[in-house]
């Protein structure tokens, strides 16, 4: 299969690059002390079409798709993962629009979207429903002409400046495959009210708040898709879209702390000579730039594949969010080393890049669950290796059963 760069798609690359220098670099420091959200940063993106990139042009979009998405992330996490992420949960919030809502819905809230009128986010995870999202508790109750959403959400990225909320919540508890419902609710709806503001370690500028439903009442035409139940497969669906870009955001967080490793490495001196000279250095700074490459192509690959909406799309995503972000994290940590004490200092900016890392491995689904879905369909796939069969002796074998297989 191919990855093409369309020109948009490079054009809205180098906007973003230049936002980032611009607006965002600039800011990253006291954005993460001060916990303040970049506004300034974010209404550019706006001006500048970004968060119209993934958008579909009949629904006020450019249409560049997910692989633009990725690259407009890896820009601005470059300069601040935190502000990567800032901007990736407005395509995390809108994906369940995309890929469940009704042509009414798509016309009525993503135009607002992609002008950078109206920010969403998502509101999937509760405090005791994080990996196992489909055991979530809040309710939507039938109310009239809509619905009543009781109960608690956490760790909503963006939530305390968002406009437009997607919210997962229970329609029907005794049901076993379609319990859940997406809805979305708009900022001001009487009953949705933001919560503890979370004292994150990193990621500070984009606030994480829990937001809590008490009531909320939205109309029926505010049910995705128009029809109950079918909210968890959008979830799915969503993740499948949007991980690709979380791993976008690791790969420029990945590459902003090389960046920063490469260029003190060049400077700072150490028996008489900088420390890039010595072999040690290099060779972190070598696996440093491979690892960062590799999940790049990697990310770029499971983009088109979502873009293209091809079924494989579900194990290269989990692969590219599993594989760029624990990258990000292993960059991070050598990066440190390279910068010795000063990486552990806070006037330095590369302890924030190592704080910022950790939550890549978290969110979205653990790097835990990322290889869950990779080995099922793994398993799923082995039914296409059964020529194999006749080299493996036969002793060791049992018939090869899936439904039966506890994966
Ligand atoms: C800063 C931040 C921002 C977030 N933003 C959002 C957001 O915008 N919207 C949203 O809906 N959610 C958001 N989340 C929630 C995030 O997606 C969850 O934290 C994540 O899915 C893990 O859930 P949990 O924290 O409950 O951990 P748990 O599910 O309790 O997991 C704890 C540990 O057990 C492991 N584990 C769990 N189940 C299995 C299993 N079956 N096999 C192997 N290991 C397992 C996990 O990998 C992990 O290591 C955010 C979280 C944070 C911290």
């Known amino acids: 299969m191919s990855i093409t760069f369309s020109p948009e798609a490079l054009a809205l690359q180098a906007k973003a690059r230049e936002i980032a220098e611009k607006y965002v670099r600039p800011k990253a420091a006291e954005s993460d002390r001060e916990r303040a959200y970049n506004h300034e940063a974010m209404k550019a993106c706006g001006q500048a079409g970004l968060l119209a990139s993934w958008i579909p042009k009949e629904y006020g979009g450019s249409g560049v798709g997910v692989l633009s998405l990725c690259m407009i992330v890896e820009e601005l996490a470059k300069a601040d993962s935190g502000f990567g992420v800032a901007f990736a949960v407005n395509a995390l919030g809108s994906f369940p629009l995309l890929v469940g809502g009704t042509e009414e819905q798509k ?88 919560h503890k503001v979370e004292p994150s370690m990193g990621i500070r500028g984009v606030p994480v708040s829990e937001t809590h439903f008490k009531g909320a009442w939205v109309p029926k035409e505010n049910l995705l898709g128009g029809k109950p139940g079918h909210g968890f497969k959008h979830a799915m669906a969503t993740l499948d879209l949007a991980r690709p870009g979380v791993a976008g955001q690791a790969v420029g967080a990945a590459q902003g702390a090389l960046d920063y490793a490469t260029a003190y490495a060049c400077r700072r001196q150490q028996f008489g000579q900088p420390i890039s000279g010595f072999q040690m250095v290099q060779q972190l700074l070598a696996d440093m730039a491979t690892q960062t490459e590799a999940a790049r192509w990697l990310v770029y690959r499971a983009a088109s594949l979502a873009d293209a909406r091809d079924p494989a799309v579900t194990k290269i995503s989990a692969m590219c969010k599993c594989f760029a972000t624990d990258t990000a994290m292993k960059v991070a940590t050598d990066a440190v080393q390279i910068f010795g004490g000063y990486g552990f200092m806070e006037d330095y900016p590369i302890a924030k890049f190592f704080r910022d890392a950790k939550i890549l491995q978290i969110y979205e689904g653990t790097n835990q669950i990322q290889r869950m879905v990779i080995a099922r369909n793994l398993i799923k796939e082995a039914l296409g290796l059964t020529h194999l069969e006749e080299y493996i002796p036969t002793e060791t074998q049992v018939d090869y059963l899936p439904e039966t297989n506890p994966a």
Request: proline share 3%; net charge positive; glycine share 12%.
């Open 107 to 194: 016309k009525r809230f993503l135009p607002r979207v992609a002008k950078g009128e109206a920010l969403i986010s998502f509101c999937l995870s509760e405090k005791f429903a994080g990996s196992d999202a489909g055991g979530m508790k809040v309710r939507a109750i039938e109310d009239g002409d809509g619905y009543r959403i009781y109960g608690e959400k956490k760790w909503n990225t963006g939530g305390p400046v968002s406009d437009l909320y997607t919210v997962f919540a229970v329609t029907d508890p005794e049901s076993k495959s379609r319990r859940i419902s997406a809805f979305m609710v708009e900022k001001g709806t009487e009953g949705l009210e933001i």
